[in-house]
């Protein structure tokens, strides 16, 4: 049940944001991480226009990559 009051709550919030900011505040974070500058701003940014972290990292993860170890 917690799960599903979550998930609840993830729909709720989803609903009530602003996505063109969202959308907005997650391009310039993709923008500055094609960069060199600090991350940290426009992803204060996007956390206060209710990104969610799933969201933020999708956008790092589309500019860096996803680690993969090598073999040992």
């Known amino acids: 049940t917690l799960e599903a009051r979550q ?6 919030l989803r609903e009530e944001r602003d996505d063109a900011l969202v959308a907005e505040r997650l ?4 923008d500055a ?16 226009a209710y ?11 589309d500019v860096f990559g996803e680690y993969q170890p090598g073999a040992v």
């Open 7 to 12: 998930h609840e709550r993830l729909d709720a």
């Open 51 to 61: 990104a969610t972290t799933g969201e933020i990292c999708d956008v790092l993860r």
């Open 27 to 30: 391009d310039a974070l993709g």
């Open 33 to 48: 991480a094609e960069g060199d500058a600090n991350l940290l701003p426009p992803m204060i940014d996007a956390v206060k």
